[in-house]
Every structure is written in C-alpha cells, then in structure tokens.
C-alpha cells in the first residue's frame, strides 16, 4: 500500500493518468498542435545558439518533453531547449577550447548529464529552496542582459558575415570587423522575416478575429509565423538558388529520431562543466517553476517544488543519453500551451510525437532553410525578454536591490553569463546581509496618557532619567549583533544617570545564538557597571527557545509581558 | 579649521596625546612592563609557528604596537602576532611550495601587505561592517579548531622529533612517523615548563597574594611564567650542554632593530596569497575589536570600527616593511594591557620600545633557549583558546548554528584553516537564508469578544469562510517570497467560499523588490480568480516606501490600519 502512493508520488503520471479521458485527450492534442508548430523553428534555432547541430534542438525537445511529462507535476509547463539555457550551454562550452562539432556536442551532453544529476539530487534531498536565492530583480536583470547577448551573437546571421564573443564587448568588435562582408540579400530576407513574424501575431491576428474565427484557432495561425517564415525562405532560396548569392542554408540535417549517445565522464570534463552545470540548473530551475507556479495558480491547481526538480534532473539526464543539450520549462512555450487548453502533461506527451513525426520525415525540407530566418526568428522571441523596468523601479524602491541589479546587468553584459550571474546571487545576498546588519532602531518614549510607546524623534514623548527604551525593528542575527552592542554602549554613554536598558522584542522574529551571545555579554558588561538589562514583549516561539538556555538565570533584569509594565516599575 | 579635525579623526593619538600628564605615564609604563615580560617569549615562539626565524616575532611586535598606537582608537588593545593568525600564514605559505627561508619570509611580508591594503581599504570606505558576517558560534569554532592544530603543532618540539602538517590527520600521521626518535630529556623539560608556567599563574600568584603583595605586582610576577621558564631552561642547557644531548635550541638570533624589508609585488605571489589575506585580514580583525569593544565598554569608552580597519591595517603594512608578519590585537595580552592599568596607546608605544631594548642588546642569551620551552610556552597559551561549549549549546539551542559550527569544526581540523573558516562563513549564511526562507506564519482568528487575532492552531479563535488571516513572522525578502507565493495558493485551495485574503504586518520589518512583486503577482492571480488581497498594520518604514510604488493603485482589496477594522469591514 505505501509502497505503491511513494510509486505515484515520484511518477506523477500515475495519477493524472488514471482519469485520463477523451475530453481531454482533445484539448491535449489541440495545445500539442499549435506548440509543435512554435516549437520546430525555435528548437532548430537554439541549437545553433548552443553551437551544436540543429538536429539536437529537436531531440532536446522530444526527450524533454517526453520524460518531464512522467515526472513533472505541472500541467501546462512546456520543457525543451530555451534561449538562456543554449546561450550559458555556449557559454561552457567556449571555456572548453574545442572547435570539433562532435566533440562539442559530447561536451553538451555531459553538461546536460551534470546538470541533471545535480537537479535529481537537489530533488531527492529536497532541497528545493535554494531557488530561492535568487531575488527577482536579479533574474530579471539577467535573463535582459541574456537577451541582449543572444540578439547581438544573431546579428552575424541578418547580415550574412560571422562574428562571435560570449559578452557585448567581444560580440561587437567581432561585428565590427566584419561589417565589409555585409550580404544585402540576406538582410533584406532577415527584415522581410521579422516583420511578417511580427505582422501574424499583431496584425494578421486581429484580422482573423474579425473575421470572426475562433480563439484558439486565432492563437494557433498568429503563432504559426515562423513555420510560414521558414517555409516561404526556404522556397526563396530553392527556387532563386539565392545560396549561390552567399545566402547560407542550413544544409543537410539528418533524418531520424534520437539514438543512444553516452556523455563524456572524464574527470577533467567533470571538473572544466562543473560550476556551469550548477549555475545553468539553477537558472533552469527558477525559471521552470516561476512560469509553472505562475500558471498553476490561475487553474487553483499546484505544483510542488521537489518533484519539479526531479521531473527537470531526469529530463536533463534523459536529453543527456540521446543527443540533446540543457533543458528546462520555456516561458512562452509554456504560456501558448496553457492558452491553447492543455489539460494534463500528456500535451506534452503529444507534442514530443508531433516533433518526432517532423524529424523523421520532414527533415530534408529543411536542407532549403536559410539561418538567416532562423535568426529571426530568435530575434523575435526574444525581444520580450527585454524589460528594463527593474533598474527604474530598484532605483526608486530599493538602492540595495539596484545594486545587486546593476551589478548583474553589466557583468553579465562585459564579462558573460556565468561571471554574471554569480555575481548577482553573491550581491543580493551580501546587500541583504548589508541591509539587516543596520536595522532600524528607535529609542522610545510613551505617550502621555497612554500605554503606547513611540519614537523619540517623531512623537513628542515622556522619558525617564534612569530608563533606556529601546526598540529594534529587525530579528537579531550574527549580522547585527555588533550593531547591537555599539547602539547600546554609545546611546548609553549619553545618560549618566542610566540604570536600566529595557529592550522592547515586539519585531524581533529570530534570535540566534550570536545574538544569544551578544546579549549575554551586553548584561554582564551593563551589570559590571551596575546597569539592569530587561527585555520586554519577547514573542511566544523566541521565548520557548530562550527558556532553554541561561539567559534569563544570568540576566541582571526582568522579561516583561508589557513595556509598559517594565517602564512602571522601573521609572524613579 | 575642518582640516584639523579630519587630521585628528585619521590620527587618534593627536586627541587623547593633547592631554596626556605624569598620572597616564606612569600607568602607561606599569602595563608596558607586564606585556612586554609576557609578549617577549610569546612572540619568538609565534614567529616559530608561522614557519619564520625568531626575530621576525619580535620585529612585527615592535612595530605593529609603534604604529597602532597612532591610529588605534582602543585604549588598552595590543597589537602583535598571535597564535590564530601565525597558523593562517603558516597555512597560507605552505601552499606556495617554498623551502629556502628567505623567500619564505619575503612571502610572509606581502601576505602582511596585501591584508594590511585590504583593512585599510575597508576602513577608507567604511565597510567595517563586513566583519559582521561571521557569527561567533563559528569564530569560536574556527578558534577551537585552531589552537588543536597548533597545539599538535608544537607536539614535535614537546618530543623532541619533527612533524609537519596543516590539518590534524597530516599531523598525527607524521607524529606517529617520529614516535621512534623522542627525546626523553626534551620530555621532561617541557612538562616541567608547562608545570612552572601554570604554577606561576595559579599556585604562586595565591601564595603571594596571601603574603600580601600588591594586584599588579601578583599579575606582573604570575605572568612571568614563560620568562621564568625560558632563562632556567637556557641555564640548564648551557650548564650541562643539553644540545649535545639532542635537545634543539633556538640558536643564534641577530641582535638588532627591524630594517627596511620590501616585500614581493609579483603578480603571480599575490594572486596565490590573496585569499589568503582576505581570510587572514577578516579573522584578525574580528578577533581584534571583539577584544577592542568588550574593554573600551568596561570603561564606558567607544572605539570606532573604521579607524580600527585603518589602525590595523596600517600596522600591517608597516610590519611588511620591517620584517615581520601580520599581526591583530591580541586577546589574553590585551586583557592583561587593561588589567594592568594602561590608559592610553602610549602603555603600546612603551612595550614596543621596551621590547625594541631587548632586541638590540639581549638576543644574544637566546642562543640557549630551547624550542622546547617556546612549546610549552605555546601548549599553556593555547588552552584557554579550546572552547567546545558552542557545539553543545548549538545543539540545544538552535539546529542551524549546529550546522554551521560543526563544518567549520570538521573542515578546520581535518582539512586546513583556509577551508574551513571559508566554509563556515558560506554555511552560517546559507543557513540563516534558509531559516529565514521558511519563516513562522500563522493563519489567525479572532479571539472572541475582543480585537485580538491569533494562532488557529494555538487558540480558540472565531474565523470566517470568506475571509483567510495570515500573520507571518518575517521581512519579505527574496529568500522566502516563493514560499509567500506557495503558502497563499496552498491556503487559498482549501477554503471553496474564500473572497477576501488579509496578510498582516505586524512582524514585517522590510519588504525588498523580489517581495513587492511576488505581493504584485499574487494580486493580479487572485484577482483572477474572483479574490481581494488586502494588506494590514503596515509598519510606518515600510509604508513610505510601498506608496512610493503602484503596490496600492494595483491593489485588489485594500489597507487597513488594523486587522479588526479589516475583518469587521469583510466579513459576510
């Protein structure tokens, strides 16, 4: 019995699967429809942002579409290749020296494994809250500078000429040295596909609902712009030959599913993919439950974080045996999805299919394809990514947040995505760190009449000679404790008449054992000076735990329910 | 006329020098003695820890107490080697492969000199407050760890055998290579030093305080242990010529002053040591002002952290340049400094003259000290340092300072000092996100009969089917606003009739960026679905800067002053 709900609850499928019906088989299908024909173009597409084999893009997404719908817990996420993942996956790979095409690609693979690996334990361990440290305008700031990243290294393919760089810097210079080799006829194409990408999802779209057709088939023909983008370049260029004008075509592709592939576990590998296998599951991960969770709710139905983690880890591992690269759930993939009414993850089940059915047949169709409408294709996906919003709003809202944003904006720009990244995590950690070190204190006085307690500074107050009340509006903490002691002493050393410290507990949430410690060396050196140390209004958990130690046997003082109680019967 | 008074922030000693008279001189002069008489031997054998001749102990004691005594704001804190921080340039040398004596030293004077450049940096741009990251379960950890490591470090020297090492398996592995060679004359020479020294501070000083003597005369002969210990031991050796015999002595040691030393600025030592330093800088300063602080606060005096980064480092640097090596305040010298009755960083000035007189004229006698009685000097002086009272009240009092003082416990001993005080700081940190990532919440009803809300699961409270409280105890931070996000829906699913969700703020001391759009998201998600988020006892703080953003505009529900007007105003 126990044995079969532990089955079930780490293969999710077990569940879901069992009121499985043609309803939803048929809302299932129609998603499955229209992300297929999205997916195709972005996943040929990412492959070459990755710097591996267009091929692999698809076997990404089968493999990782396929095995997430076992595992995961979401009904609407999307799992497949994604612009950040292939852009950190090129990333590690140019740390790595190699210019062979298949040893790079078992060099993805084995980040691919990695990651997996790492994400699977993550998982098992239930360590899921390690997203958590990422803070949102960090990630934001990011995944813009990815974006910009990403647009820029495109730019070769809209002109026809190469470049490459993994920050602004050496993406630029490297464009700028080739602007001589502009091909006109490749631009004009690139232009001519963004802007018909752009006029199918904007204008052609509100031309169909006028004319009266259906939502979802709306949905699905407006998304359908690069498929028809890939298929008009593509005929261009067969019937022009414009590959003898110096339009570069995909070239052969090769037909069939994936096949068994085996990562590279040399040591030395291991080692070089290490850290970027962590950063790149990281990033993978949040952004997989952000969009998840995010749509989730909107259904009232849940996710839960470890078992997102080991959907991810095994379709990462998955992707890593059969030719793929990184994974994870796409943001917008994942939003068309549940737009098109994906009832249960075998949507995504059917749209593995539906890819699967493309790479085996259709495949030397895509001999034809230019990269340049691959390029813009990307360009157009990612272009939504910009948001320069959090820079504005951290500056307005937060200085310390604008420092972490700041930070990882222009590192991950100059430096690249994994110096960036990095960077941000340790700076919204530290600035947090910072910002509670100094917490807000108010020395406190009550005001006449009452039994409330106020701000010397804002409220005009009665305060007594041989009575210090002080207030502090932040847990007390290793960071702090410090801060603490010097508020104390200093403020201290001003009332020459001072015989009790009184410390008002009402936003104190945690105490841990430096400030434990703090505060029993705070009572012995005002005790040797013949000053009382209190505490009054400790809240019920703080106290449960402070009872445990010695605190209140050694304190010079008293714990009061109230303040005020405290201040009444200590005021001269 | 603001020129001076910048000058005399920077250079402390132009303040208290102004009215410095007879009284503070001979007060001054009676503490340099008692220091001087137990810094002498102290630190001959630290220069011996930190793998380095002799005289560099003394030289960096003279001028690292000359030059922190015009930039110190600490009236009794004492500047020199000390134990901790000999193991960390031992540990930071060992790393560089070197052998000949010389080059080690050179690489001790630019360890000296990048982290006397990185204290005064963070003085210059007053970041003192990175030394608030370490929390002091872990520094009493990684101090416990260290003085085993330099006790098993002079075992060597007890037995008369060799042994290296820098973590306690390389030790005792090389320890029990040498069982075969002990030297049994150099056994009983260092138990009868350890004895003596022990006897002077315990038996000895009862005895004479019984005979009447005077406080200071008793500390100043009860402190004289190790010079007791270190001219009997040299006699016995000269009389019945113990070196042939197999007992090691020190040696010849060049009379003479500090010289000018230039330490080594190629970029490829640096980059090996600036770890190193970074670490090393960190420790010593923590260790200085938490010895600076809990003495200045006896007195009711203040010391500023910023100067002391500035006092320190450039004590530091000047060491780099005379031949020493890094140097801190040290504790049990700065206890005795104060005890003593030094009231000015003149007594400072006065033992680094008095130390300065020994070194010129007295260095020949050292010849006939042997290293036996530098150990047993060391072994008493490292007892005190063995602390492991944190792991237990760790243990008892909060499972995450357990963790973290148990890595840096384990990682310290069996690894190496770098590794593990690294590894404690990274894990005190994560730790305290990870508590403050799943933070305390209650869902709350109302205490009837009154305005009181509380615990549902603690109290008998009343509730309403439209209407979910919650009460979370902790700021709003990047670190648990995916737990907020989750905690809301997981709430909001099980309760069919909900219309109106109330989060209140009374324990809410800060809301960052990540929190204030999580608080957006949730918004918008729940008012998709037909439900109000309202908001109440708002902190004034936080307030300010919420309006100062579209939270309010976007609000589905609204803010009240107080829980109770909120429920009573939503209420079915």
Redesign the interface.
């Known amino acids: 019995m126990s044995r079969t709900i532990s089955i079930s609850h780490y293969l999710p499928i077990l569940r879901w699967g069992r009121d499985y019906d043609k309803v939803k088989l048929i809302d299932d299908s129609i998603a499955a429809v229209i992300v297929s024909i999205m997916l195709v173009p972005q996943a040929l597409a990412l492959a070459l942002i990755a710097g591996l084999p267009p091929q692999a893009g698809l076997y990404a997404s089968i493999v990782g579409l396929s095995i997430y719908a076992l595992f995961g817990t979401s009904n609407t996420l999307s799992v497949g290749p994604v612009a950040v993942l292939s852009l950190m996956t090129a990333a590690a790979l140019s740390k790595l020296g190699l210019s062979d095409s298949s040893q790079l690609l078992t060099a993805a693979l084995t980040l691919a494994f990695l990651s997996g690996v790492f994400l699977l334990m993550l998982g098992l361990m239930r360590l899921g809250?390690m997203?958590?440290?990422?803070?949102?305008?960090?990630i934001s700031a990011f995944i813009t500078a990815s974006a910009i990243i990403i647009g820029l290294s495109q730019v070769q393919y809209l002109l026809g000429t190469t470049s490459s760089g993994q920050n602004i810097v050496e993406l630029l210079s490297s464009l700028g040295d080739s602007m001589g080799e502009v091909n006109w006829i490749t631009l004009v194409l690139g232009l001519g596909s963004i802007a018909m990408i752009i006029w199918c999802r904007t204008g052609l779209s509100s031309l169909l609902i006028k004319m009266g057709l259906g939502s979802r088939l709306v949905t699905s023909i407006s998304r359908s712009g690069p498929v028809i983008v890939a298929l008009l370049t593509g005929f261009l260029c067969y019937v022009f030959r414009l590959d003898q004008q110096g339009v570069q075509l995909l070239g052969v592709v090769p037909a069939g599913l994936p096949e068994l592939t085996v990562p590279d576990f040399s040591l030395e590998l291991i080692r070089n993919l290490f850290w970027s296998a962590i950063l790149l599951s990281i990033i993978g991960f949040v952004e997989s439950?952000s969009v998840a969770?995010?749509l989730?709710?909107?259904r009232?139905e849940?996710i839960e974080?470890d078992q997102e983690l080991i959907g991810l880890g095994a379709a990462n591992i998955a992707v890593s045996l059969s030719g793929g690269f990184p994974v994870c759930g796409g943001f917008s993939r994942s939003v068309v999805n549940f737009d098109a009414g994906a009832a249960t993850p075998a949507a995504g089940l059917i749209t593995a299919a539906l890819i699967a059915f493309f790479a085996l047949l259709l495949m030397p169709l895509l001999y034809w394809l230019p990269k340049v409408a691959l390029a813009s294709i990307i360009l157009v996906a990612v272009y939504p990514l910009l948001d320069f919003s959090?820079i504005g709003?951290?500056w307005?809202?937060?200085k310390?947040?604008f420092v972490s944003v700041s930070i990882t904006l222009l590192l991950t720009l100059l430096v690249g995505v994994e110096v960036g990244i990095a960077s941000g995590v340790l700076a919204?950690?530290l600035m947090?760190?910072?910002?509670?070190?100094?917490?807000?204190v108010a020395v406190i006085g009550r005001v006449t009449g009452t039994e409330h307690f106020r701000n010397v500074q804002r409220h005009d107050v009665e305060t007594f000679d041989n009575i210090l009340s002080i207030r502090i509006?932040?847990?007390l903490?290793?960071?702090?404790?410090?801060?603490l002691?010097?508020l104390i002493?200093?403020l201290?050393?001003k009332k020459p008449k001072l015989e009790h410290v009184i410390l008002m507990c009402?936003?104190v949430?945690?105490i841990?054992?430096?400030a434990?410690?703090?505060l029993e060396?705070i009572n012995q050196?005002l005790n040797?000076?013949g000053i009382k140390l209190h505490l009054s209004e400790v809240?019920g958990?703080i106290m449960d735990?402070l009872l445990?130690?010695t605190l209140f046997e050694n304190l010079s003082g008293s714990n009061y329910l109230s303040h005020n109680l405290a201040v009444e019967d200590l005021k001269d």
């Open positions: 809250f997203a958590n440290f990422l803070s949102h305008p960090v439950i969770q995010t989730a709710a909107k009232r849940q974080l959090a709003k951290s307005n809202y937060s310390t947040d919204s950690i947090h760190l910072y910002k509670t070190s100094q917490p807000h509006d932040e847990s903490y290793f960071a702090n404790t410090r801060f002691e010097e002493f200093s201290m050393a009402t936003a949430n945690a841990d054992m430096s434990l410690q703090t060396k050196t040797e000076l809240k958990p735990k445990k130690t």
